[in-house]
């Protein structure tokens, strides 16, 4: 068994190859993090001088005075593919956004311990994935996490295709805080148009 470790390792060209080889097989790692909320969580091991070199979170976790020993950490605020994800790019290792679940949960795992680069890979994922008909749902979402780079494509999107955006069914179930930010974007349709889209949605959900 060792003797195969070691071939393993021998195999590796670089030290970020051997220390993700050991990552993946538990070996010489020292902290340990159980992700996910109660029922359904992960185990990942991982290696402190990894995580602290690439994560300002992560270094003030290990390094913070006073100093904590502790080797496990109970993460229940971040998804663990949001969490892997994080893991991954620390580690060097190719992330691979398949949906937009994916890229919402890895940015906020990302913007968590700030790893600026995912961050920006996942914003640039999502923005790829805006439409005149995905817009208004990722807006909210964006919105609440403060991509600024997704509101920023979601805006322009809403504003050349104002005149399908406000009269599309999506437009009615957006909540008041969005729709007042739409309502202050330089939309390209008449005012008739934005005047009935807003008096459409007050008879759905009732006065703000």
Not at 111 to 135: G, P
Request: charged share 25%; net charge positive.
């Amino acid at each position: 068994m060792k003797e195969d470790i070691w071939r393993r390792r021998g195999n590796c060209w670089t030290i970020g190859e051997r220390f993700e080889l050991d990552r993946q097989m538990g070996l010489l790692t020292d902290v340990v993090f159980v992700v996910g909320k109660d029922g359904s969580t992960s185990n990942f091991k991982a290696h402190k001088v990894i995580l602290a070199s690439g994560s300002p979170v992560f270094e003030k976790m290990f390094c913070g005075t006073p100093r904590d020993d502790t080797n496990l950490f109970r993460i229940p605020d971040v998804t663990s593919m949001g969490f892997k994800s994080v893991l991954d790019s620390l580690y060097d290792q190719e992330v691979s956004l398949s949906d937009l679940k994916n890229a919402f949960e890895t940015y906020v795992a990302a913007n968590k311990y700030e790893v600026a680069r995912l961050m920006m890979q996942a914003e640039l994922y999502v923005s790829r994935e805006v439409t005149r008909d995905t817009a208004l749902k990722i807006l909210v979402i964006a919105a609440k996490l403060k991509m600024r780079n997704v509101i920023k494509r979601c805006t322009s999107v809403i504003e050349d295709n104002a005149d399908y955006i406000l009269a599309s069914d999506n437009f009615i179930t957006m909540p008041w805080k969005i729709v007042k930010r739409i309502m202050k974007m330089k939309l390209k349709a008449s005012q008739m148009q934005v005047l009935y889209a807003a008096a459409r949605w007050r008879n759905i959900n009732g006065t703000c």
